[in-house]
């Protein structure tokens, strides 16, 4: 059976742990072939490495890239293209989260700026040179190749929510990724060019998790979380794939909530969770 991304190429950011990852190997073995990009060139190389061993198929390749900086996104937009001959799926995913981040009255300004340098800058030159490589796509309608393609952009629920545990500057941020997604959506809907977000609720990967160091701070969360667990990343790299695909072809300017009911929720059900996250996921 063709996978759901044969024939098809993708650029992942922070490609190297977490949803970058899971998303690299999950479009992969849909036939992507993939550039991981990472700020961690090691972690992005054995991230290609897992894919190759796997899916031999498919190619896989590391690059270094800072998204903070706009030379380096726009080398990796174009290394893709280079590689793979087309960039049908761009997933600006990656992002900070920094410890000194907090309330308006004591974050620093320089940990503001880098905060909207890395998660929202990033953002917007990932989109910006996406889109002129995508206009340049090659059309090949025996393989369903066409111009244009998908972009996803990770926000987060703290987008829409707010937190008494503050992280002002990611929550700004990540606020603006949404609203951009949608603008882009707009611009770019006659040009085959779709703009989705996808906003993940907290999840165990080491972004959160080296944030939440001690159970009582993961309590905190916890007790707020309708499901009773936190995400795994391949539970919204699943959501991303969908969102590569044509599968939903007539999505666009749509925030993706993959967060296990949280923005749902006024009152959290008591009692054990009754489900983790299903075996066939986690590897
Ligand atoms: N983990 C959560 O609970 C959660 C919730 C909502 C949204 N998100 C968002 O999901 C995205 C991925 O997070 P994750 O949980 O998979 O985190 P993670 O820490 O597992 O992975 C993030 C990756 O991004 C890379 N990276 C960091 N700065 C970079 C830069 N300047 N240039 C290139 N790469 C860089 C890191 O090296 C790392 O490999 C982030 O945008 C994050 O804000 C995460």
Known sequence: MPGRLQHRSALITG??????????????????????????????????????????????????????????VKSVVDKAVKEFGRLDVMFNNAGIMHPAD?????????????????????????????????????????????????????????????AATPQLAYTASKGAVLAMSRELAMVHAREGIRVNSISPGPLKTPLLMDFLNTQEKRDRRLVHLPMGRFGEAVEVAK?????????????TGFDFKVDGGLSSCYVTPVGEPALSPPASLIS
């Open 15 to 72: 490609a190297g742990s977490g949803i970058g990852l899971e998303s690299s190997i999950l479009f992969a073995s849909e036939g992507a072939n993939v550039l991981l990009v990472d700020i961690n060139i090691e972690a992005a190389q054995k991230g290609a490495a897992i894919i190759t061993q796997r899916y031999p198929n498919v190619k896989a390749i590391a690059a270094k890239a800072d998204v903070g900086k706009e030379e380096d």
């Open 102 to 162: 907090d309330n308006a009255l004591n974050t620093e300004e320089r940990i503001w700026d880098l905060t909207m340098q890395i998660n929202l800058k990033g953002v917007w030159w990932g989109c910006k040179y996406a889109i002129l490589a995508m206009r340049e796509n090659p059309v090949d309608e025996a393989k369903g190749l066409h111009k244009g393609g998908s972009i996803i952009n990770t926000a987060s629920f703290v987008a829409s929510m707010g």
């Open 239 to 251: 959501g991303a794939l969908f969102l590569a695909t044509d599968e939903s072809s007539y999505m």
